[in-house]
């Protein structure tokens, strides 16, 4: 506060502050005629201040004209929200799609855009984002995450065939007998050529003692999937906030 004189002289005294009708503080006019104020206790809004001039031998009592000025309380740092709108937990079979809602809401004049990205997807799905980030100035919105899952084929391998093998033992058993006949006076290259032919009966029984049974994939699976959105603050500081729902993938019909 400075208190100013119309003649040559620097007025003395002291000065009041007050809002409105409440005194604020009060202090003594120094050399220059300045009187430093400091205040803690105002609350948030618009106030209306004066100042009175006590005066002094050579001055007259003086009050100044209301000032109003408004008074900031504390600022909550712009940011933004992320959460989901919808079912949070879905299943779908493999090579299906699904899609999770998501909203978000700028708060406190945030109007940076929101970029968004997915992690956790169960291999080799792919995920999409509609729209694909939330532009600046949007008060609020809302987003949809589309997961699309990879086929995963169903293993079926039915190893043992009884009717197989006896189409086989038909067919083969006329030409064992008469290598046994034959065996004693066949040359070396004849045995050949007639193991050669019964090598497929030989294979057969070989793979029925490898695999036994049937194998299937008929177990699901359950992901968690994160949702990150990033902004920037209005002073360049990167904003982060994550959203999580959980997608169970079930095996092929």
């Known amino acids: 506060m400075h208190v100013a004189s119309q003649t040559t002289n620097t007025p003395t005294g002291s000065v009041t502050i007050l809002d409105s009708s409440t005194t604020l503080a009060t202090g003594k006019v120094d050399s220059a005629g300045d009187v430093v104020f400091t205040a803690s206790t105002l609350t948030a809004g618009s106030h209306s201040f004066t100042a009175f001039y006590s005066g002094d031998a050579n001055f007259k009592t003086s009050t100044s004209s209301a000032a109003a000025l408004p008074v900031n309380g504390s600022q909550t740092p712009a940011d933004f929200t992320l959460t989901p709108t919808g079912a949070t937990t879905q299943s779908i079979a493999s090579g299906a799609s699904s899609s999770f809602t998501f909203g978000t809401s700028m708060q ?85 050529a007639v193991l050669i032919l019964l090598a497929p009966l030989f294979c057969v ?44 993938v079930l095996p092929p019909s």
């Open 108 to 192: 406190n004049g945030l109007s940076s855009p929101i970029s968004l990205s997915a992690s956790g997807l169960p291999n080799l799905a792919t995920a999409s984002f509609n729209p694909a980030y939330i532009p600046p100035g949007s008060a609020s919105a809302t987003f949809t995450l589309t997961i699309t899952t990879p086929k995963t084929a169903r293993l079926d391998q039915q190893i043992n065939h009884p009717a197989t093998y006896a189409i086989l033992a038909f067919l083969f058993f006329p030409l064992g007998s008469f290598v046994l006949r034959r065996s004693r006076t066949s040359s070396p290259s004849s045995l050949l």
């Open 205 to 248: 029984g070989c793979g029925d003692r490898i695999y036994t049974g049937s194998r299937t994939t008929d177990a699901s699976k359950t992901y968690t999937i994160t949702v990150t959105g990033t902004a920037t603050s209005p002073t360049g500081t990167p904003l982060q906030h994550t959203a999580t729902v959980t997608l169970v």
